[in-house]
């Protein structure tokens, strides 16, 4: 070869010179409003800036943010808001998740079917999941569940003392399938063969899940778990609803607030923009580990098969 | 043949998930009176008046429409949204699908560095960008335009696409592209004639999956624009402003939200078997079924 191609009709290039120009669309689209975004982000959460009044100058206060949002004490509670949220969803949609995964792992009549309409809530806008369970669903008046939890005499309150449990329930009604899809589509290497001689050697149910199913689910289960903690931090709509009741009605804002809507308000309420860039700084490294660790392991689950 | 264990967690679970979107279903077709019961009511005289887009609503308190101004506007959010989830999603396929193919074929400097910055993209919540594209589309004159928020969605779109396509580059054989080299094809040949006639199902899957960015997104929406380029989603703010004056309208929050969950529910049937690709971001590919 000659290391030069035709690009087309009469015009020629290096090959060498050819893979970067591949590169030059998609590398504006991220320069523009990827890179330049998260540099002005990193650089103004050195000064003291607000984009109230647009066109005011930055003044630099060098690292007082950061000192300001490390003692602030309303921010820890975020981080375990944060927290308390990923652990409990993440829970609840993996054990859902891993049960659903299982009971489907054998193929019956309409399983596609069943697998498609299982997935539908993930689909949706997550604003309009939000909202229509904000509206239709808990609403104290004339909400479904409100209803229905009072017909067998539970006092269910998902507006204000139950907001924590409304606001999971609606992330594991959304992305229960999610932890599903991933571990069904681990469960998609298990051999055949496999699995047909440990119904011949007549291993129990128990025996059969932990011994032959659950060493080609496991990799899929912590990728799936990674990918749902990276996940909550980002969930921020149907927090935004909840916190938008109207009072009397609506939570302790204490008890649901999590760190993509403090990040919301902060810049978009409180218009705290510089303090807002050094949260989302912390917050983007907390992501990049997560993603860090969740390709790590899915190179090492490639390598190994 | 299913067991009983197994076929009552899946019924259970497909109740949870239809019973909700039913009960949506139920809820556009009441009318103001019927859809505010204090018990829920089945049966009833269907209306289709919440589908009547842009006629306000009544504030039951006075008998006065409220917020007039911004009901009609929705026929049009409901345009913006088609015209800017396509616009994104076309730029997002062009863009991502030279970039994969280089990523894939090539060895590029830098090229792993960039797939994981891209997923660390996809992965963080895009509030943390709103005020630096706030400022930018301020001095640009991008602010509340449609060109705008598309380059904005197909940014953020990118790096699934990228994913997607990669992966689907990366199974399709060299050895078909270096025949036709030798015949003396162009490189453009080679991508457009040999290889993405066969990686078809990839592109759709990219291209649905960069659609939906644009289409589910909120937080651009309400930050970015005003009133002119303002998408479908909008809606949820509108009815949040109703709750703030006490107006509850279950029955037009219903029909309206259907309609914006109607084009992703026919794509979950269309790409049924390579959903699992789209959700993982491009990162697991299996088909499942």
């Given at each position: 070869?000659?290391?030069?191609?035709?690009l087309?009709?009469?015009?020629?290039?290096?090959?060498?010179?050819?893979?970067?120009l591949?590169?030059i669309?998609?590398?504006?689209?991220?320069?523009?409003?990827?890179?330049?975004?998260?540099?002005?982000?990193?650089?103004?959460?050195?000064?003291?800036?607000?984009?109230e009044?647009?066109?005011?100058?930055?003044?630099?206060?060098?690292?007082q943010?950061?000192?300001?949002?490390?003692?602030?004490?309303?921010?820890?509670l975020?981080?375990?808001?944060?927290?308390?949220?990923?652990v409990?969803?993440v829970?609840i949609e993996?054990?859902?998740?891993?049960?659903?995964?299982?009971?489907?792992?054998?193929?019956?009549?309409?399983?596609?079917?069943?697998?498609?309409?299982?997935?539908?809530?993930?689909?949706?806008?997550?604003?309009?999941?939000?909202?229509?369970?904000?509206v239709i669903?808990?609403?104290?008046?004339?909400?479904?569940?409100?209803w229905?939890?009072?017909?067998?005499?539970?006092?269910?309150?998902?507006?204000?003392?139950?907001?924590?449990?409304?606001?999971?329930?609606?992330?594991a009604?959304?992305?229960?399938?999610?932890?599903?899809?991933?571990?069904?589509?681990?469960?998609?290497?298990?051999?055949?063969?496999?699995?047909?001689?440990?119904?011949?050697?007549?291993?129990?149910?128990?025996?059969?899940?932990?011994?032959?199913?659950?060493?080609?689910?496991?990799?899929?289960?912590?990728?799936?778990?990674?990918?749902?903690?990276?996940?909550?931090?980002?969930?921020?709509?149907?927090?935004?609803?909840?916190?938008?009741?109207?009072?009397?009605?609506?939570?302790?804002p204490?008890?649901?607030?999590?760190?993509?809507?403090?990040?919301?308000?902060?810049?978009?309420?409180?218009?705290?923009?510089?303090?807002?860039?050094?949260?989302?700084?912390?917050?983007?490294?907390?992501?990049?580990?997560?993603v860090?660790?969740?390709l790590?392991?899915?190179?090492?689950?490639?390598?190994?098969? | 043949?299913?067991?009983?264990p197994?076929?009552?967690?899946i019924?259970?679970?497909?109740?949870?998930?239809?019973f909700p979107?039913?009960?949506i279903?139920l809820?556009?077709l009441?009318?103001?009176?019927?859809?505010?019961?204090?018990?829920?009511?089945?049966?009833?005289?269907?209306?289709?008046?919440?589908?009547?887009?842009?006629?306000?609503?009544?504030?039951?308190?006075?008998?006065e429409?409220?917020?007039?101004?911004?009901?009609?506007?929705?026929?049009?959010f409901?345009?913006?949204?088609?015209?800017?989830?396509?616009?994104?999603?076309?730029?997002?396929?062009?863009?991502?699908?030279?970039?994969?193919?280089s990523l894939?074929?090539?060895?590029?400097?830098?090229?792993?560095?960039?797939?994981?910055?891209?997923?660390?993209?996809?992965?963080?919540?895009?509030?943390?960008?709103?005020?630096?594209?706030?400022?930018?589309?301020?001095?640009?004159?991008?602010?509340?335009?449609?060109?705008?928020?598309?380059?904005?969605?197909?940014?953020?779109?990118?790096?699934?696409?990228?994913?997607?396509?990669?992966n689907?580059?990366?199974?399709?054989p060299?050895?078909?592209?270096?025949?036709?080299?030798?015949?003396?094809?162009?490189?453009?040949?080679?991508?457009?004639?040999?290889?993405l006639?066969?990686?078809?199902?990839?592109?759709?899957?990219?291209?649905?999956?960069?659609?939906?960015?644009?289409?589910?997104?909120?937080?651009?929406?309400?930050?970015l624009?005003?009133?002119?380029?303002?998408?479908?989603?909008?809606?949820?703010?509108?009815?949040?402003?109703?709750?703030?004056?006490g107006?509850?309208?279950p029955?037009?929050?219903?029909?309206?939200?259907?309609?914006?969950?109607?084009?992703?529910?026919?794509?979950?049937?269309?790409?049924?078997?390579?959903?699992?690709?789209?959700f993982?971001?491009?990162?697991?590919?299996?088909?499942?079924?």
């Open positions: 070869m000659s290391g030069e191609v035709f087309a009709g009469p015009f020629r290039i290096k090959e060498k010179h050819l893979k970067y591949l590169l669309p998609g590398s504006i689209l991220l320069f523009l409003f990827a890179i330049i975004p998260y540099v002005w982000t990193f650089g103004i959460s050195f000064y003291d800036y607000s984009i009044v647009f066109g005011r100058a930055p003044v630099f206060v060098g690292l943010n950061y000192a300001t949002m490390a003692s602030h004490p309303d921010i820890w975020r981080y375990q808001n944060t927290a308390k949220f990923a409990t969803a829970g993996l054990l859902l998740g891993l049960g659903l995964a299982l009971a489907l792992s054998e193929h019956f009549r309409g399983h596609r079917l069943v697998l498609t309409l299982s997935i539908l809530p993930m689909m949706i806008a997550p604003e309009i999941t939000a909202m229509v369970f904000k669903m808990f609403q104290p008046e004339f909400g479904f569940l409100n229905a939890t009072s017909i067998v005499g539970l006092q269910f309150d998902g507006y204000g003392r139950d907001a924590f449990f409304a606001v999971v329930s609606v992330d009604w959304t992305w229960t399938p999610f932890v599903m899809l991933m571990i069904v589509g681990g469960l998609s290497s298990v051999p055949k063969s496999v699995l047909e001689a440990s119904h011949v050697d007549g291993a129990g149910w128990w025996a059969r899940f932990r011994y032959v199913i659950f060493p080609y689910a496991r990799p899929f289960i912590l990728l799936a778990v990674i990918f749902r903690f990276a996940d909550a931090l980002r969930t921020w709509e149907v927090i935004r609803e909840w916190l938008d009741v109207p009072p009397p009605l609506g939570p302790n204490l008890s649901i607030d999590m760190l993509p809507s403090y990040l919301y308000t902060l810049g978009f309420r409180a218009f705290e923009t510089s303090q807002m860039a050094t949260v989302g700084v912390i917050m983007v490294v907390m992501s990049l580990v997560l860090y660790t969740y790590r392991y899915l190179w090492r689950i490639e390598k190994v098969e | 043949m299913l067991s009983i197994r076929f009552a967690l019924g259970l679970w497909l109740f949870m998930v239809l979107l039913s009960w279903v809820t556009s009441k009318s103001s009176e019927v859809a505010v019961s204090k018990i829920p009511i089945f049966i009833f005289t269907p209306t289709l008046q919440n589908y009547e887009f842009g006629s306000s609503i009544i504030d039951p308190h006075t008998g429409p409220v917020f007039a101004g911004i009901a009609g506007q929705f026929p049009r409901l345009g913006n949204s088609i015209v800017i989830a396509l616009a994104s999603a076309g730029i997002a396929i062009v863009a991502g699908m030279l970039l994969a193919y894939s074929r090539y060895k590029v400097v830098g090229g792993t560095a960039l797939l994981t910055y891209m997923l660390t993209l996809h992965a963080v919540t895009p509030i943390v960008f709103t005020p630096a594209l706030y400022e930018l589309f301020k001095r640009i004159g991008l602010q509340d335009t449609h060109i705008g928020l598309s380059l904005v969605y197909a940014t953020f779109a990118l790096p699934l696409t990228v994913w997607i396509l990669k689907f580059f990366d199974g399709f060299r050895s078909l592209e270096d025949a036709a080299k030798v015949d003396g094809a162009s490189t453009f040949d080679i991508l457009f004639r040999v290889v006639p066969q990686i078809k199902i990839g592109l759709v899957v990219a291209a649905v999956f960069a659609f939906t960015v644009a289409w589910n997104d909120f937080i651009f929406t309400l930050t624009t005003e009133t002119k380029a303002a998408t479908f989603v909008f809606l949820a703010d509108y009815f949040d402003d109703l709750l703030r004056i107006v509850l309208a029955g037009p929050l219903a029909s309206m939200s259907l309609v914006h969950m109607l084009p992703s529910f026919v794509f979950a049937f269309l790409i049924q078997r390579y959903l699992l690709i789209g993982s971001a491009g990162t697991i590919r299996r088909e499942v079924d």
